[in-house]
């Protein structure tokens, strides 16, 4: 269907499956490191990735990311089963680069999801980002900002990190980089990483931020209630979507999928009453 004009898009929940060795994982953002010993896991699904990207097609969801964290070849089997139980209807991420997005494209993900390959040395690499641009389309690129606020007093400010979320950039997530970047790709994907998988409640001043982006973005971090929902939808204007990962009963949380369902098919109604 042809895309409304952004500034008449309503908030959208966004589904996620996120994958570890091979499994339905949900997991503590920050404890992602090279070594699996420092990962704190919150959930651990019996199911395979195929369920739940199936779940998602019956519902009628569309926009939401399967993410590999760790490049293992049980990782990209499970992201592979997902998006061939729902083809056209998720992203992909996680070690996506310029010689293996086309496989995750052809095998029916809508999109690829990206940080750490157009990066480098801490800054945005331009040259890499736009051979990517070539290779796969600006329409079918996803561009992944997950940041973590900078530490120190004033105003909060937030900088992209990559590898895991280990590695400091110097890029500022800010109203100026989201305008420079969104001529490079289709969407943004906002992790804020160090409220990931705590559901402590969301980063608030991020989300304001995010707002003012020309493109789609999803934010992700801390949702554990409709009251966070309602928060972001505020924070963001109607223009920031969400995604809920730990908090839900899917994975092992208390906020119940089936009514989160109910709430995002409100405000597309809302939308329509509006339009």
Known sequence: PPRLPWSFVSMRFRPCIDIHAGQVKQIVGGTLKDDSESL??????????????????????????????????????????ALRAYPGGLQVGGGIKIDNAMEFLDAGASHVIVTSHVFHDGAVDYARLQALVAAVGRARLVLDLSCRRVPGEGSPTYKVVTDRWQNWTDLEVCA??????????DEFLVHGVDVEGLQSGIEEPLVEILASSPIPVTYAGGVRSFEDLELVNRLGMGRVDATIGSALDLFGGALPYTEVIVWHQQQQQQQQKQE
């Open 40 to 81: 704190v896991t919150n959930f651990e699904a019996a199911q395979p990735s195929s369920y739940f990207a199936a779940r998602y097609a019956e519902d009628g969801l569309t926009g939401g990311h399967v993410i590999m964290l760790g490049s293992s070849p049980e990782n990209r089997e499970a992201a592979m089963s």
């Open 176 to 185: 100026a980089t989201l305008a420079d970047l969104a001529s490079h790709c």
